[in-house]
Structure formats: C-alpha cells, structure tokens
C-alpha cells in the first residue's frame, strides 16, 4: 500500500469511527419503501457490514482509499455541468461523462462516510442538471440514429443515467423532499420518458444500445418507486410506432417482425445458452454493467422476479463466458468490431464479476479474476468479495478449451477455443463459426484467430475506431470500418472472386449461420474443431478443420489448418492469414513491387497495397517470422499455379486511418474444388541481448495432402527427424459412432468417428 493509500485510509477510518452517523436524520422520514434507501446496489444491509469492517479487509480498503481520493481531488476543481456540443472526446462529451462517473463514486462515499460533503457534491451536481435539462434541444450533432440531450446519442444519456441513478439512490433520504421533487420531475422522469416514449427507436430494439436504456430507465424507476418505468424497462413500450425495416447507422435493423423488447428480450435473445452474447465480447463487456447492475438492483428490490434465474441463470453464466474469451493477459479476442486491449480489468467486468461471485454462489475461482483485478466495488458485492481474499478463500480461474454456443438456444454456431501447452508455451486458437452478430458482426465465416504466450501470431484487425479520441472522427466508427474492417478479406479465412461473404448484405448475412461439425478437446495432445459454411457464397460450400497437436518431437504445440472448399462453379479463391512480425525466410521466388498498387478496387481489396507477387514450383511453401523474439513458419501445401501474395493494409487511406499490418495471401484460381492445406508452428527465440537465435528453423520437413475426396482429405506431415502424422478427415459423416474404411497408397486405415490420428 502506497503512503497516499494509508494516510487516506487513517483518515477514512478517523472519519468513520469519531464522527458516527452524520447523515441528516430529520430527512430519515421520506424513506419510501420497508428497506429504504440505498436499496439498489449498495444496501442499507451492505453499508452496516462495510462500516463494520473498515480497516479489516486490505482490498476492499485500498479500493476506498483511492477512490476517496480520486473524488477528493475532483471535488476541489468545483462543479462544471457545460451545454453540450461535442462528439466523443470533446470538452463537454468528457466532462457530462466526468459528473456522472465521479457523481457515483461520491455517492457510495457519502453512505459508507457519513461526510456530507460527498452528499453535497452529488446533490448541487443534480440540482445543476435539473435547471439545465428543460433547457436542452436534441443534441447539436446529428450523427445517431438516435440522439441524445447530455450527450450527442441517446445511448451516452442512458449511461449517464445508470450511473446517477445509482448516486441518486444514496442521498435519498438525505435530501428534503422539495429538493427530490426537483430532481425527479425536472431531471429524471422527463430524461427516462425522452429516452423510453421518447426515443422508441432507441430504447425498443434487440441490442446492446436498448439495454442500456432498459437498464436506465428501470434503474432510476427502482430509485423512485416507479413502477411504470420499471414496467417499461422489463417489456418494452407496447407501441412504438417504428416502422419495419427501419435501419441504424451501422445498418443494423432496428426492428424485426414479430421481436419482443425490454431488458427481459435482451436477455433472452442475444444470449446463448453458455452465456456467449452475439454481438461478440467487446459489446458483451460494455453490456454487461447495465445487464448486471440492472438486475442487481432488481434482485434487492423486486426479488420476486429472480432475475438471476431467468433463461437458466444465463446472466451469471455470461461472466464466465466472456472471461474465457480472453486471451493469457486478460484481453478480449477482438472478434466482431472490438477495439483491441479492452480485457477483464474494465470497470465493467470489475462489476460482473463481484456481482457473480455474490449472488452466484461464491465461486472461489472468481476471486483469483478479481485478486488480479486490484479493485472491489464499494458495495455489498466488493466487500464480500475482499472479505473472502481476505479470508484466502481464492482459487485459479482456469481455461480451458471449450465450445461457447450461438444464438438463443445454443443451435447457430459457435467459437471454439482451443488452448494447448503450458503456461510459458501455450497455443490459443479461436475459430469463429457463429451467427452475425447483429449491426457489429463481419462478414468472416470460418475465421481464426491464433495467440502464443498471450501474444497474437494470427490476428484479427478488430474495428476502425479510435474510441473517445475525438480528432479521430469524433471518436466514432471511421467509414474504414465498413470499408475495409467487416469485410472478408480483413480476416483470415477463404474469400470468393474477391466478394465479401454473403455479397456483403448485412439482412442476408443475419438470415445464416455457420455450422460446427467436430469439436474434440479431450486428448490435450490432440484437439480439434471443424465447421461449416454452405451460405456464404451461392452453390459454394466451405469446410474448415483446425487441430493442435502437441508432440515430442515438436518444441511447441502446432496448428494443422484444412479449408475445403467446393463449388457449382469456377472460381477464385483467396486465404489470407495476417500474420504479425518480420519475415525472416521463405522458400519461393518473388519480386518486390516497384509501384505500389491496391489489390483490387472493392470490397476490402482497395485497401491492401500489393507488395510482392510469387510463386513455388514446390508442393511445400513455407513463410518465416519473428515477433516478440520468437520464430514463426506457416507450411503451405500448394501448386505452381497458386499465387503467393504479399499485401499490406493502408491503400486508399487518405486519413492514416488504418495499421499498416502485413499479410500473407494464398489464391487458387479458376478451380470449382480447392483444398488449403496449411501448417502453423512456433518454434525458437532470439535474444537481443545475446544476439543468439535458437531453433529458427522450422521442424517439417513435408507435408502432402494424401487423399481428397468429396468424403474424406487426408495429410500427413513429415518432421525433421522422420516422424510422420497423418491426419484424416471424414467431411460428410461426424458421428462418433461411424465405422469408417479407406486405402491410401495400399495401406488400409479403419477408425471410428469424425477423424483418424496416426503418429
């Protein structure tokens, strides 16, 4: 503990303990229901067993003691509540943003204190936004489908009103009645009824926007006994008025008929049954503080509902889901539009996960996530939580290799995430075979995604969009992000005659799904994931195959990648894989371009520059690189006609809005069948230090694709030292059951299920 964090936890405790109950009891009186207030996330229960262990409990301490002294030093820059102008990252967007973070925070001071002057802050704050609120047009900015008044989208003003809600609820009862009436009825009930009635394209839809305007405005009903909102917030309006069809700026649909809305909706639908959110896990992050606070306070209000029950305890289930879509550090995979480096240190996941641990039964393994963490929330859910570390009650969170499912009932799709090796040398590959995912979904059927010591190999771009840095666009989604970023040729998977999946229709991509074929993980030293995708392309079919294998002979884990492709017709096809690093070494001839030009003119293809074109008289092409001190090979079964590209993002990027990360590109050309056959290892390091590179070399000596046809492809993979693996993929029969038959070159091989493994 740092000597700020103890002098502010001598003062906390100084505080507490001399000067007692300082709240402003002839006020008591206006309580309103049997638990009074607070009663939404921080309880009078919680509050009692905070102030009872104050001092006692390292985690929790030091939470307060930075926070105390965080809003300390806000306080004293004074009250600024400016009229709005500005998109993300501007003045007043930042500073509307400021209030209602550090209104919160002052707030859960004020009960856990008694020092009123949090409770000063927070009430002359509201006051001023009382006085400037009737005043307010729709905000100045007219980029969202759905604008705000504080803020340039309604979706910021629901933000806002979680968060002041939540401050609102702990001077309740310290504030008169005539200064509650002020607030509530020029503030809160004319912000939650623009945001509901108000705003019904906004606030009546499937969507992470809708549960934020769900969460706030049954937030502040809760707050107020307010059972209309509260109504409004569960099941939607009854008549929005919305017309069918109808489009938000990302394209995405606003309303589809026969939908239901409400919180309740937005539980049921975009979750699958293992918790996974289609929108991806960035959105699932973001959303995932109003879905739990939101349920929180209705669990300690409304607990006849058992809210964390709903659609088999799913809101629970989702913490879990997305703590296994993180890589080794923490972080997200970048899957659909997701700014890269958001991880389970977020306020939000802070949040969801002391939320989980509190009311989903104590798992101890949560408590290693929030050890990691460093922070608790400052309510009924942080302290038990810092109490149980306190108590070393702590357990390893450890993932595993699984199959999270899509859609409402788990049937549209999947990620599947393999994880292999130790925790200095583990391989993470995540395959994607999903749905959409709604407005914020990419056109990248079969995608893959492949990290080594928590460090991408493979990577997916993410989204074009530099959040809250307003030189950027305003801090919002850069026309790059449809550009370039959602299209197939931005991911790594195969793409037809140079043409998104799905033509790039977002209605006609909603309508399908991937199919998951094979998903084995319970040999640790073989995994495997296979999926399908017949809708992509009309009258093409896809089949990906993806295995880890861990063997002796190999330093680390490696990846065998088959992508089958076979079509009514002929076509080109391209397989990029955007490897991060530098080439070290490759085995073909190839020549530098000595004009940079684009790839092609749509579709994605206008943004990658050209950088060199090859070819491989040799069925095996190999590519070399380092990143972060290790060595890379991508082992490549190919023909003398396949085109060998090297690409680099950036052409037709006028505003530098793109990273200029290179990529590796396979095309087949003219064929209706093509069988990518490729082989991933890490291998080595080099020292920078030493200046000595070990193991740079990679260990195949050959790999062929020994047997294709329509039922089964089969490879083998010759090592340095000999050691042949061969792999067999059956391709139209997946059942374990399955007794299956063929001869290769005269051997006879006879297995049972999906696939066959020989080493």
């Not at 629901?158 to 200064?179: F, G, H, M, P, R």
């Not at 509902?305 to 088999?312: G, Q, S």
């Not at 079969?446 to 928590?454: M, V």
Request: net charge negative.
């Amino acid at each position: 503990m740092t000597l700020k964090l103890k002098i502010a936890l001598i003062t906390i405790c100084f505080i507490v303990f001399s000067c007692g109950e300082k709240k402003n009891s002839e006020n008591n009186e206006h309580a309103e229901n049997n638990q009074g207030h607070p009663n939404l996330i921080l309880t009078k229960k919680g509050v009692a067993q905070i102030k009872a262990q104050l001092g006692k409990v390292p985690l929790f301490d030091e939470t307060l003691a930075s926070v105390k002294a965080e809003v300390d030093e806000e306080i004293a820059t004074g009250i600024d509540v400016p009229i709005p102008k500005d998109l993300s990252g501007g003045y007043t967007h930042e500073r509307h943003k400021r209030n209602f973070l550090f209104m919160q925070k002052a707030g859960v001071l004020f009960q856990i204190l008694d020092d009123e002057k949090y409770g000063i802050y927070v009430r002359d704050m509201l006051l001023e936004y009382a006085k400037l609120y009737p005043t307010l047009p729709l905000h100045p900015q007219t980029r969202s489908y759905a604008r705000g008044k504080f803020f340039w989208q309604a979706l910021n003003d629901s933000n806002w009103l979680v968060y002041t809600s939540q401050a609102y609820n702990c001077i309740y009862e310290w504030l008169t009645e005539d200064q509650r009436n002020t607030l509530e009825n020029d503030l809160f009930k004319p912000l939650a009824n623009f945001l509901s009635e108000g705003s019904p394209q906004f606030f009546n839809r499937v969507h992470n926007h809708s549960t934020w305007g769900n969460a706030a405005v049954g937030m502040i009903g809760l707050v107020m006994g307010d059972d209309d909102l509260v109504n409004k917030a569960l099941y939607g309006l009854e008549d929005d008025k919305i017309e069918e069809g109808a489009k938000d700026n990302d394209g995405g649909l606003i309303k589809e008929v026969g939908q239901k809305t409400g919180f309740l909706e937005n539980i049921k639908v975009p979750f699958s049954p293992d918790g996974y959110y289609t929108e991806g896990p960035y959105y699932q992050r973001y959303a995932m503080y109003p879905f739990m606070l939101f349920a929180q306070g209705l669990d300690n209000v409304k607990p006849e509902l058992k809210i964390f029950e709903f659609k088999d305890g799913v809101l629970l289930k989702s913490v879990y889901a997305l703590l296994n879509l993180t890589d080794s550090d923490g972080e997200f995979y970048p899957l659909n539009d997701a700014q890269k480096g958001m991880s389970y240190y977020s306020r939000e996941l802070v949040s969801a996960v002391d939320i989980a641990y509190h009311v989903g039964g104590n798992d101890p393994s949560l408590l290693s996530i929030i050890e990691k963490q460093g922070q608790v929330l400052l309510d009924d859910s942080g302290i038990a939580a810092a109490i149980a570390i306190s108590d070393g009650k702590a357990q390893p969170f450890i993932k595993k290799s699984m199959e999270i499912t899509d859609g409402p009932d788990g049937s549209e799709g999947a990620i599947g995430i393999i994880r292999s090796g130790d925790s200095e040398h583990e391989l993470n590959l995540v395959m994607k075979y999903t749905a959409h995912g709604n407005s914020h979904g990419h056109y990248d059927k079969l995608s893959f995604l492949l990290y080594h010591n928590g460090n991408e190999v493979i990577q997916d771009y993410g989204m074009v969009r530099f959040v809250n840095i307003e030189q950027k666009g305003g801090g919002n989604y850069l026309k790059e992000n449809t550009t370039w970023a959602k299209q197939s040729i931005a991911h790594n998977t195969v793409v037809q005659n140079e043409t998104s999946h799905f033509n790039g229709d977002f209605e006609t991509g909603s309508k399908y799904h991937s199919e998951g074929y094979i998903f084995d993980v319970s040999n640790p030293d073989f995994q495997i994931v296979s999926a399908k995708e017949n809708n992509a392309y009309q009258g093409t079919q896809f089949q990906r195959t993806m295995a880890v294998l861990k063997t002796e002979t190999f330093e680390n884990p490696f990846v065998v990648d088959i992508f089958k492709v076979q079509s009514e017709t002929k076509n080109q096809y391209d397989l990029p894989f955007y490897y991060l690093g530098q080439i070290m070494s490759t085995n073909f001839e190839y020549e530098r371009s000595k004009e940079l030009q684009a790839l092609g003119a749509k579709n994605g293809y206008q943004h990658l520059w050209k950088e060199g074109l090859g070819s491989n008289d040799k069925s095996n092409t190999k590519l070399s690189w380092l990143t972060n001190q290790r060595f890379y090979t991508l082992t490549s079964i190919t023909e003398k006609v396949d085109d060998l590209i090297f690409a680099r993002i950036g052409a037709n990027d006028p505003n530098f809005n793109l990273r200029p990360d290179p990529a590796f590109i396979i095309r087949k050309k003219n064929t209706n069948k093509a069988t990518f056959v490729n082989i991933i290892e890490a291998h080595g390091h080099y020292n920078p230090v030493s200046e000595i590179a070990k193991n740079a070399s990679s260990n195949i000596s050959e790999a062929n694709i020994i047997f294709n046809t329509t039922d089964y492809t089969a490879v083998k993979i010759i090592d340095l030292s000999n050691n042949e693996i061969i792999l067999i993929i059956s391709n139209l029969n997946n059942s374990k059951e399955q007794e299956h038959t063929i001869n290769i070159d005269g051997e006879t091989f006879k297995w049972m299920g999906p696939y066959y493994l020989k080493q």
